[in-house]
Nanobody, 123 residues
């Protein structure tokens, strides 16, 4: 079993930056493929960014390419989402997700979810 705890959300203005963190516990973090998803009010949950445990493969939503970066620190069992040049349309609850060794990670193919952290971007 894996527990994921996100932090770092908040209220910011358009153009600002935020870094989300997700700490994993309960299983060898280094073998987990990790991702970030988001869900805006009235919309379906969507993939934002994800990568394999080795970081050899990564995917980003078109809407965040060039602005968001996913990274991990295996020594701290933590995955990050650096979000730059935030836009009002980035407003959503952001979820950390993990999958045991299989790729890719999609909304329907996640083994573990975090509880979510709210990101609100004002114009």
């Amino acid at each position: 079993q894996v527990q994921l705890v996100e932090s770092g959300g908040g209220l910011v203005q358009a153009g600002d930056s935020l870094r989300l963190s997700c700490v994993a516990s309960g299983r060898a973090f280094g073998s987990l493929n990790m991702g970030w998803f988001r869900q805006a009010p009235g919309k379906e949950r969507e993939s934002v960014a994800a990568f394999t445990w080795s970081e050899a493969n990564s995917i980003y939503a078109e809407s965040v390419k060039g602005r968001f970066t996913i990274s991990r620190d295996n020594a701290k069992n933590t995955v990050y989402l650096q979000m730059n040049n935030l836009k009002p349309e980035d407003t959503a609850v952001y979820y950390c997700a993990a999958r045991n060794g299989r790729w890719p990670i999609t909304v329907d193919e996640v083994d573990y979810w975090g509880q979510g952290t709210q990101v609100t971007v004002s114009s």
